[in-house]
């Protein structure tokens, strides 16, 4: 695996003129890093709303949100357990996908806490098998997923049975069920292969949305994240094989790119374009990262906030 600083744009300070210009930057570019920064939380969220228009709460991470700043910013999950590549958000149910994550490092990480993994989409479309690439592409895929009331309310930002059905019916195509014990059963139709400046790239929450790994000689169910009622099937209504996954592995390993974590890192990256995960940690430590993803598109953020119930946070110099 290949560390990210021989990769990743790399912005210097001075060159930094706006938060604009980090968008532009980060279109073009994928991914960036900025080193030797001292943000506080509300300092990192005024960058980031420069940035974006709206943003996402991960219903995944409903534990981890920060109470203070705008109420928008969670902090990485602490643990030993990695995270395949995958995506941000491209297993919801969303008109639009988020198309943008940013990570900033408050403090070192406790040594043995690995770093973010990454994958470049559009390498990894061109590298993939052409049969792989054709299946998804002919068929797209469908996520299941059970989650419980804390996580939907979470992610659609609302309490209400109500709400949550008309938010919804607004989503086609999408199959959703209610249970007796206030679970949400959800499948959602969408595709694998996501066009960015015109070039197709392999981005997606796959890998990040396994009920289980297959056998695998360095990944497995105990030290890599999976959920018991997740599941991915083609279009079709075929189920993802084993092989299919184990594929997908293979070729994300050979490509991934490792950040090593230090005090002042401000992460972008473009969620369409590159695909995130994280490495096996050999420590259980908190991880001093904070967390925002959403839209830097207006129009995409703009239909994201008639779904959401929470207000969309534009950025200052808009209407």
Avoid at 99 to 124: E, I, K, N, R
Avoid at 158 to 180: C, G, H, M, V
Avoid at 237 to 242: K, N, S
Avoid at 246 to 262: A, G, M, V
Wanted: one cysteine or more; charged letters at 20%.
């Amino acid at each position: 695996m290949r560390n990210s600083q021989d990769s990743l744009t790399l912005i210097e300070l001075e060159d930094i003129v706006s938060a604009d210009g980090l968008a532009k930057t980060l279109d073009s570019e994928g991914a960036i890093l900025v080193r030797d920064l001292d943000l506080t939380l509300e300092e990192f969220e005024d960058i980031s709303r420069g940035i974006c228009f709206f943003f996402h709460h991960p219903g995944s991470r409903y534990q981890l949100q920060n109470n203070s700043g705008d109420q928008q910013t969670t902090s990485a999950p602490a643990g030993v357990q990695g995270r395949l590549w995958h995506s941000e958000g491209h297993y919801y149910p969303y008109i639009e996908p988020l198309d943008t994550c940013l990570f900033y490092c408050a403090a070192d990480l406790a040594p043995g806490s690995a770093g973010t993994t990454l994958v470049d989409g559009q390498l990894l479309y061109d590298t993939l098998p052409k049969k792989i690439t054709d299946n998804f592409e002919k068929n797209g895929i469908v996520y299941e997923m059970e989650w419980e009331p804390a996580r939907w309310s979470a992610a659609f930002g609302t309490t209400s049975k109500i709400e949550l059905k008309d938010r919804l019916s607004q989503l086609a195509p999408t199959n959703f069920k209610i249970k007796d014990n206030g679970a949400l059963f959800l499948r959602f139709a969408t595709q694998a292969i996501n066009l960015k400046n015109g070039k197709p790239c392999f981005t997606n929450g796959i890998l990040g949305h396994l009920d289980a790994i297959p056998p695998h000689a360095k990944f497995n169910k105990q030290n890599t994240n999976t959920r018991p009622n997740n599941r991915v099937f083609f279009g079709d209504g075929e189920l993802l094989a084993d092989q299919v996954i184990l594929d997908l592995i293979f070729y994300c390993e050979n490509l991934s790119l490792e950040h090593h974590w230090r005090k002042g890192d401000l992460l972008l990256i473009d969620n369409n374009r590159y695909m995130h995960g994280r490495g096996l940690s050999s420590v259980n430590a908190p991880r001093s990262i904070y967390t925002r993803f959403g839209w830097r598109d207006m129009d995409a953020a703009l239909k994201a906030s008639t779904i959401n119930a929470i207000n969309p946070i534009l950025r200052r110099n808009c209407n």
